[in-house]
């Protein structure tokens, strides 16, 4: 597969990825989405539910991969790519080593808290067990929709 159609496809998957950040968004919670994909599928979806699920985890990320891990049978993500609309925190890159998913592909970044490339550089760390693949793919509606969020929230600039 060429290197254009991969790019074509992971563009095509965070777009899925930002019509999860937009269900988000609809209930006020920071507009942040994610798909996991496994063959070209997707296997798991997810936004930000921590107002909703009244809980500290309900991250993108983390709700995603759950969401694929039922679907899937199995806690073991081996092969898979999550598309995520904004750079992943600790909390989240943790849950991506911990659920063997083999890559990460980024549409913003997140200067306050990215584990990515940021803030840490979580992926790179060589005395970790587990290897995760990353690219960041500007995804200039995914950093909008958040900029406006925060100054519609703060009445500040966001920094991602």
């Not at 254009?4 to 899925?16: A, G």
């Not at 599928?41 to 009244?54: A, H, L, M, P, Q």
């Amino acid at each position: 597969m060429s290197v254009l159609t991969v790019r074509k496809k992971d563009e095509l998957f965070l777009e899925e990825a930002y019509s999860q950040a937009l269900k988000a968004y609809s209930l006020d919670e920071v507009p942040i989405g994610a798909v996991v994909v496994i063959n070209g599928e997707i296997v798991g979806r997810g936004f930000n539910r921590r107002i909703t699920d009244s809980s500290a985890t309900s991250h993108a990320e983390i709700v995603a991969i759950e969401d694929a891990c039922k679907k899937v049978g199995k806690w073991r993500l081996d092969g898979a790519t999550l598309y995520v609309t904004n750079e992943p925190c600790l909390m989240c890159a943790g849950a991506v080593m911990q659920s063997r998913i083999s890559r990460v592909v980024f549409g913003s970044l997140n200067e306050k808290t990215g584990a990515v490339v940021s803030k840490f550089r979580v992926f790179d760390e060589k005395g970790l067990p587990f290897k995760v693949k990353y690219e960041y793919i500007e995804h200039k509606k995914s950093k909008e929709i958040l900029k406006e969020f925060f100054e519609k929230k703060r009445g500040s600039h966001w920094e991602g």
